[in-house]
């Protein structure tokens, strides 16, 4: 389902996550950023965070939601 993991030297890495980025054309479904609590569209680019080896825990955030968690050093 996801490419073969790679870290992304682009964005920003919180400890104990695994972040992948999600291309605008790979986006097909209207998600709920847990950020900021509002849907991200389908076609917009965003990234997909995990915690370690819960993959199933995966939630898909905006890009700069996502750099304010890692920046805050927690999802919540
Ligand atoms: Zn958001």
Request: aromatic fraction near 10%; charged fraction near 25%; proline fraction near 13%.
């Amino acid at each position: 389902m996801f490419p073969p993991r790679r870290p992304d030297p682009f964005l920003p890495q919180l400890d104990g996550y695994e972040v992948m980025r999600v291309p605008g054309v790979r986006a097909i479904k209207p998600y709920a950023c847990p950020g900021c609590h509002q849907h991200i569209e389908p076609g917009v680019g965003h990234v997909v965070a995990w915690p370690e080896d819960l993959v199933d825990d995966r939630r898909h955030w905006h890009v700069h939601c996502w750099r304010i968690a890692a920046r805050r050093g927690r999802t919540t």
